[in-house]
């Protein structure tokens, strides 16, 4: 099930059965090459773009002068030529669209207003044009997006629709008699809304509405509309503005409005669907719902440029939290005059390290998305199902790295104390500002609905065409499973019987093959499942139909969300052959079973209850996860050193070193006071000889 997702049944790499030397060493720079990936030299760029001053944003801006400052750094882009990668030669593009995406991700540590500001004009905007349009639109309007002169906006999300896409309510309905569309939001909820560059700036919009001709509704195209000139909205389009919010102020997000606005037949973004001068519609694509899935398809790029930016974010928060985490000393323990470092205590560990653990998995897994986009829209690998491939995979690891990011920059902060609170070390900021990634280029709520979708549709191609001998042997093979599994008589994944020994239950935990078997075997479980009580649905009346399916909604996205999960795990254990140092291989695969063991973890119950793990088993997960934080504690700085990132980017005052200052200056101070003999006495220290003397007093007597 769901090969064309997942690697349940490829061989797992040699990196797996690795030795477990203790006295390994991180080699930073083997690990930032391996963490850089492909497009290294231009992630490396995009940094060093990133780190200057001018692409910063001072705390305290009004939203009107972060607006401001946001679109003057657009221009900065521009003469830069960071904008232009994934767009053709023909109009001085570079047909790259992996590095495209990979550089864009590194702008989240500017600002991510800045970032978001860019990804709707270049990311969304010009996307369209480019992927929907044909070479004459790309020739008209491409030269002036890239360069700025066309600020747009990419009109899709409704008032009253969002993530349904398909139910807007904007129409462009076609005049023969002046081979014109007229645009038209019919009512308040079909105005559109959250449209970046839409209060102020844009002059342009990508707008989204069902195409109507000769009477017929033909589904959601693309329309290019000019929305304004030096004067303001062109006449019948109008909009308001959607003021402050959450984050991201630095965008002049809006509403627009539409009545009876007359565009050229020749607007139509033309690719998939046409409008001949009388009104005939024509498509390559006969099926109505496959080819609004294929346009939709095509503008995949913000989802997987907010995954990996996502990342970028995580990143730049477990640099901050774990540096000032190995220079803070809170309470006193083996010492009287030198209290312990932060991260030494083993809580503080568990909130940050499987974090960290996590990170990796997630940015290991976008690289692999990203050349898996980059294989689709460079055309080397190009079919129906690369793309359904695409798609459902980003949707997948977006929405575990948007809300992995969110978690993230909360305990960073919280783990930070009130240092992490001040404005100056930038969690609340960019916590504010990640919120909205969670819920735009499609709530991931939804995102997952879709993943669980597709894991069923690969699900039933197991038994296409099955006779009924098939069928019946499946549904035995599946009762006598769930029999085995309940009773115990079967332990997935448990390469040595529970004998009693902790130590060899927890080697078996340790075990690739055995996390492998249990996450996957989870995934397929849970489908199989799903897939079993959707039965019911087929051939009831559609009310019935829907009835049960949301019955079945929750376990579904759990369903998706494990297989995101699996994805993650497998593409952490694929990069840990593309390490060439021994000693970093080795600290990477403790981080990787910590991130497998933490999911087995979070899941325990599940793994118990359908007869996955014994209890014996279960009971020595949490110590040995215990001790995966004791190996990996003394390397946590190299790990995030080895995410590349500067001052100029991290840009908070309790990664600078400040601290360690602090705290030196503290215990040479105590030292000096002790060696001069003027130190005060405690009064613990006090009560204590006084009680010892009274008790050597008695005992003489």
Same mark, same amino acid.
């Given at each position: 099930?769901? *090969?064309?997702? #997942? ?37 490396? *760029?995009?940094?060093?773009?990133? &780190? *200057? ?8 801006? #009004? ?39 990979? @550089? ?114 033909? &589904? ?18 109008? @909009? ?38 009388? &009104? ?6 006969? +099926? ?8 939709? @398809? ?202 009693? +020994? ?18 996957? =075997? ?5 489908? /199989?499942?799903?897939?079993? /009580? ?46 060439? =140092? /021994? ?109 010892? /003397? ?8």
């Amino acid at each position: 099930m769901t *090969q064309t997702l #997942s690697t349940t049944e490829r061989q797992l790499p040699a990196s797996a059965a690795i030795s477990d030397n203790d006295a390994a060493v991180v080699d930073t720079d083997s690990l930032s090459r391996a963490l850089l990936g492909k497009w290294a030299d231009i992630r490396l *760029q995009a940094r060093a773009l990133a &780190g *200057q001053d001018a692409l910063h944003t001072p705390a305290g801006l #009004s939203h009107h002068e972060h607006r401001e400052r946001v679109m003057g750094q657009l221009k900065i882009l521009v003469d830069a030529g960071a904008v232009h990668r994934a767009f053709p030669k023909y109009v001085g593009g570079e047909d790259n669209h992996g590095g495209n995406v990979a @550089g864009f991700a590194e702008l989240v540590t500017a600002d991510p207003s800045l970032q978001i500001k860019a990804g709707v004009q270049w990311g969304l905007f010009g996307s369209a044009v480019l992927h929907l349009g044909n070479r004459e639109h790309h020739e008209k309007w491409l030269p002036g997006i890239m360069s700025l002169e066309i600020p747009g906006c990419f009109a899709m999300t409704e008032t009253g629709h969002g993530s349904d896409v398909a139910s807007i309510a904007t129409t462009a309905e076609y005049d023969a008699a002046t081979e014109e569309f007229i645009i038209n939001t019919p009512f308040r909820a079909a105005w559109k809304d959250y449209i970046g560059n839409g209060a102020v700036n844009g002059k342009a919009a990508v707008v989204f509405a069902h195409l109507i001709t000769r009477g017929v509704d033909h &589904g959601v195209h693309a329309f290019y509309v000019e929305l304004r000139d030096d004067n303001g909205f062109l006449p019948g389009v109008g @909009g308001e503005d959607d003021g402050v919010k959450g984050g991201l102020n630095g965008i002049d997000n809006g509403r627009l409005h539409f009545s009876n606005v007359r565009i050229p037949r020749t607007n139509l973004l033309n690719k998939y669907g046409d409008v001949a001068a009388d &009104g005939t519609y024509t498509s390559a694509i006969s +099926s109505p719902g496959r080819r609004f899935f294929t346009m939709i @398809g095509t503008l995949v790029q913000g989802r997987v440029s907010l995954d990996g930016a996502a990342v970028a974010a995580s990143k730049l928060a477990l640099k901050t939290a774990i540096q000032y985490g190995t220079e803070r000393r809170q309470f006193n323990g083996a010492s009287d005059i030198r209290e312990e470092v932060l991260m030494d205590y083993q809580q503080h560990q568990r909130r940050l390290l499987p974090l960290l653990a996590t990170t990796f998995a997630a940015s290991f897994a976008h690289d692999e998305l990203l050349q898996k986009f980059d294989d689709v829209f460079s055309g080397a690998h190009d079919t129906d199902e690369d793309r359904q491939d695409l798609e459902t995979l980003a949707a997948a690891l977006k929405s575990l790295s948007t809300w992995h990011a969110l978690e993230t920059l909360q305990e960073c902060r919280e783990a930070t104390g009130g240092a992490g609170f001040l404005a100056e070390n930038r969690f609340t900021a960019l916590r504010a500002d990640l919120d909205i990634y969670a819920t735009f280029e499609g709530d991931n709520t939804v995102l997952l609905q879709l993943v669980a979708k597709r894991l069923l549709a690969d699900y039933a191609k197991e038994f296409a065409g099955a006779d009924f001998g098939v069928l019946a042997r499946y549904v035995v093979g599946q009762a006598a499973d769930v029999t085995v599994h309940r009773t115990g008589l079967r332990r997935i994944a448990q390469t040595v019987a529970d004998s009693g +020994s902790e130590k060899k239950s927890a080697i078996a935990l340790r075990d690739p093959r055995a996390q492998h078997d249990l996450l996957a =075997d989870r995934v397929n479980t849970m489908v /199989a499942e799903v897939a079993g /009580a959707l039965k019911a649905a087929r051939g009831l009346p559609k009310e019935k139909g829907a009835a049960i399916f949301n019955e079945n909604q929750h376990a579904l996205i759990e369903a998706a969300r494990a297989h995101a999960e699996l994805l993650q795990w497998e593409g952490f254990t694929r990069a840990l052959d593309r390490i060439d =140092d /021994a000693g970093t291989r080795q600290v990477m695969t403790w981080v990787r079973d910590l991130f497998g063991l933490c999911l087995i973890e979070k899941n325990l119950g599940w793994y118990l209850m359908n007869g996955r793990l014994s209890a014996q088993r279960a009971r020595t997960l949490g110590p040995y996860i215990n001790r995966l934080l004791a190996k990996i504690r003394p390397h946590a700085l190299d790990l995030v050193d080895s995410f590349g990132y500067g001052q100029e980017h991290l840009r908070a005052s309790i990664a600078s070193g400040a601290e360690k200052a602090r705290q030196d200056e503290a215990f040479e101070y105590q030292r000096l006071l002790r060696a001069s003999g003027a130190a005060p006495v405690d009064e613990k220290v006090l009560i204590a000889r006084e009680k010892a /003397a009274k008790k050597k007093s008695g005992k003489k007597k």
